[in-house]
């Protein structure tokens, strides 16, 4: 009797350690498709804006900030152009600011200023924004376009992993011109681009 007591304890642990293995399991799948659904989109939203921002020179969309900067305003949100990187397939549109909120729909400028070689521009690790940055190379070209069409053309010269909290060093300017970075899946540190100016339209 003691041991068919034992035997039913056992199974009994079995099928509840299986019952949560198997909810886990749903857990992590219903979170891929979260996260799959947010990608999808993000990119979506990120097309249909890229356009209205590359056709910004040519209508009333620009506007000058204060500081003699111009933005493009679509959809309410502010941006200031169009970030392209051939090697990995990425091409996005750029906010003026960023936000958690904004960071859903595009990359945003983190700080910094495009002409004096201090922009830093963040983006989620989604597929269809940063999430292959960590697949960059020392040599890759990247180009800036401003919502005026002037090209800005950038050279990838270093990868890193950053600290996540460490936004000092996130800022620190060792002569390079522009900053590329987005969280690790852990989330723990942010895989970074610095890049220097090669030519620009100007």
Sequence with gaps: MEKAGKKRTKAGIGVILM???LLLIAAAGGLFAYNARNDRIAGEK????????????????VEVEENGERTAEIDGEKYIGVISIPSLGISLPVQSEWSL??????????S??????S???????????????????????????????LNYYFEVISTS???GYD???MKQDD???MTLFTCTYSGRQRQTLRLIRVQNDA
């Design 112 to 117: 910094g200023d495009l002409t004096d070689g």
């Design 46 to 61: 990120a097309d249909m804006i890229i356009k209205a921002v590359a056709d910004s020179n040519n209508d009333s969309l």
């Design 101 to 110: 909120e904004k960071l859903k729909t595009s990359p945003c400028r983190y």
């Design 119 to 149: 922009l830093i521009i963040c983006a989620h690790n989604y597929q269809s924004h940063f999430g292959n940055l960590k697949y960059a190379s020392v040599g890759d070209k990247v180009i800036f376009t401003d919502v005026m069409g």
């Design 161 to 163: 992993r950053i600290d």
């Design 175 to 177: 002569g390079w011109d």
């Design 167 to 169: 936004s000092e060093g």
């Design 19 to 21: 019952t949560f293995g």
